[in-house]
Every structure is written in C-alpha cells, then in structure tokens.
C-alpha cells in the first residue's frame, strides 16, 4: 500500500516555477505580482452530486479545476496557483493516475500550477482553491451593470444540460447528437481568456453554473437592475436548436446548469468592440437583451412577455 505521502509525491507534485515554495512545507508561499490583486476562490466537488460513478477520473480532474478556472474568468483574473484538498475511499492508483492527468493536462493549458493541498480517506470529494491575479480596480463584479448596458454571452446555452438530460433519459437525443453534446457535460472549457479581455470593457460578469436565469438574476440582484432578453437571441448549438420545441430542452438552455459560459454587461456603445473581441478569440459573443432600470427578469419570446421572477426560476429548474 502506498503512504498517502507516497501518493502525493507521485501524483500532486510537479514543478512550481511560480511559486517561492510549492508542495512539500507547512505551506506555500506565493509572491504576488507587484500592484496586482489577488483573486481566490474554491469549489467542492461531492461524488454523487458533482460527477457520478460514471464520468472517468480524467474527467472528474478536468471539471475539478475548469469549474474553479470559470470562476477566474467571471472576475476577469489570469489564474495563477491551485490548491487540491482530496477525500479518498482508498488509494486506487488507476483512479488517481486518470485525476492527475485531467488535472494538470488543464492546468497545464492555462499556467496554473498545483501548490498545495492535503489527501485524507474519506468518501470521495474533491476541494479546489484557485487564486488568480487582476490589475486593480479591474475585477468583473456582479455588481457594477447599469441599465441601458448591454447583456452578453459567451458560447452556446444548455448543451451539458441536454447531454445530462439525455442520459437521464429526460430527452432522447440520437447518438451522434449526444456524442457532440457529451463534451460540454464533461470537458467544460473554462472562458479565461474572454474574462481577461473584457477587463475595462465589462461592467459585470458571472459564469454561468446554474442556468442563465439564474446567474444572470445574481447580476441583477447585485447591480440593482432589471432586464429584458431576447429567447430567440439566446445562442444555440445546432443539436439543441434541434430539439428547442421540447421543454426539456427550453429549460436546459435557460435553467440549465453547467455551461461555464461567461454572461456579461457592457455599455451599448461597446458593441462593435465586443464582436471584434470575439472574432479575436474564435469564441461566439452574442447581444441577448439589454439591463432596464425596471426591476426584475423579462424573457421575450415571439413579441410575447415572460415573467421570470423569483418564483420563475422554480418553475425552470431542471
Ligand atoms: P500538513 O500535515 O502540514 O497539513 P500534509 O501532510 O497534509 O501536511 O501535506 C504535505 C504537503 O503535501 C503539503 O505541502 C501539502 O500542501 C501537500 N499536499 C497534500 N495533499 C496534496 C494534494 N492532494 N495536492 C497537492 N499537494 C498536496
Ligand atoms: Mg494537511
């Protein structure tokens, strides 16, 4: 039986250029880029609840961090160092070998290096703490849209949704249609680059983990603004279009969580910016509706008014 500092060493520690000191002390100790803000959040992951028997360990490493990595881009922060807290029923190294290379094949992609964490036994459960850095004043709050701003998303709405859906059998999609929707459930692409371009530009931003309804309520909430969407806006992909007339499908790509895309605000006069933004970084940008002075979620569908309120977002829940 490997010792869990056996495992550590052969599966969490690799170089930490970045770091003054990485895996092996009490702790880690990072240096700040001078006049940058540190940006630092974390993200559990619960077998049964976050990923199931099912998804691969390659898989289950990938999500741990890209869901972390999401939150960087929603504050528009360049991630910079992670932290690993892992609960193991035991120590499978096949198992562990998979998570590492989800892991740091990610990572890797976007410079983040592993400094610290701590492996106990346990029932399966995987902590992540990312930290990130923004030039002042730059972070993409929640909090700073204004009415008359435009709302903006990045990608395509509710296909981990719908890949979820159909193998909850809530859908039936064919197989090609789920082999291109499988991918966004498990190999979620965290939007750091759109995030770190929109500084300056953005005037709030969220990822969108829950469903669009419900992250973009948050901006709402937190700026004190209402909006006014357009569903026939709403950026999809080719299979859900596909299916759109199914309220299943309706629901993924509104209240659908799991999409990682970026929502944001931005002044209208912004816009031509913002497309050329997205042609830059080959990512769809899309104007879906604009922030009102009037409180509240409008959703338009052919003319036709929608009221999402508070109690709108029950009603969509997946
Ligand atoms: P301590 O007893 O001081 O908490 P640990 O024995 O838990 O130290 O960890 C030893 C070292 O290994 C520490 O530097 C810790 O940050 C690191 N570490 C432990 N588990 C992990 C992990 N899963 N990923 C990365 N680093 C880890
Ligand atoms: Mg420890």
């Known amino acids: 039986m490997p010792s869990e500092f056996d495992l550590i060493r052969q599966y969490f520690t690799r170089p930490t250029p970045s770091a003054i000191l990485g895996v092996g002390d009490d702790a880690a100790l990072l240096r700040v880029s001078p006049g940058m803000e540190l940006a630092v959040s974390v993200d559990m992951l619960v077998a049964g609840r976050h990923f199931g028997e099912a998804d691969g360990p390659g898989t289950v490493g990938h999500k741990s961090l890209a869901v972390n990595l999401s939150d960087m881009a929603a504050m528009g922060a360049t991630p910079r160092w992670a932290t690993l807290a892992l609960a193991l029923p035991s120590a499978d190294e096949k198992w562990l070998r998979g998570f590492a290379s989800g892991f740091f094949g990610l990572a890797g992609k976007f410079g983040v290096e592993l400094i610290g964490g701590d492996t106990t036994r346990g029932p399966l459960n995987i902590c992540v703490q990312i930290m990130g850095e923004v030039p002042p004043g730059q972070a993409l709050r929640r909090d700073g849209a204004r009415p008359g701003d435009e709302i903006w998303v990045s990608g395509t709405l509710g296909n981990a949704a719908l890949a979820l859906a159909h193998y909850q059998r809530r859908v039936e999609l064919e197989h090609r249609e789920a082999a291109a929707m499988l991918p966004f459930l498990h190999l979620p692409q965290p939007r750091v680059a759109a995030g770190i371009a929109l500084r300056g530009i953005a005037t709030a931003a969220i990822d969108i983990s829950d469903g669009l309804l419900a992250d973009l309520g948050h901006i709402l909430e937190q700026s004190g603004v209402g909006a006014e969407i357009h569903f026939e806006h709403l950026p999809l992909h080719e299979v859900v279009r596909r299916h759109i ?74």
């Open 245 to 318: 007339q199914d309220e299943v499908a309706r629901n993924c790509v509104l209240a659908g969580g799991d999409d990682y895309e970026l929502c944001f605000a931005a002044p209208a006069d912004r816009h031509e910016t913002i497309l050329d933004l997205a042609r830059q970084l080959e990512l769809p940008l899309t104007c879906i509706g604009r922030m009102t002075s009037e409180a509240g979620l409008r959703l338009l569908r052919e003319g036709e008014i929608m009221e999402v309120g508070a109690k709108g977002f029950d009603h969509f829940a997946a």
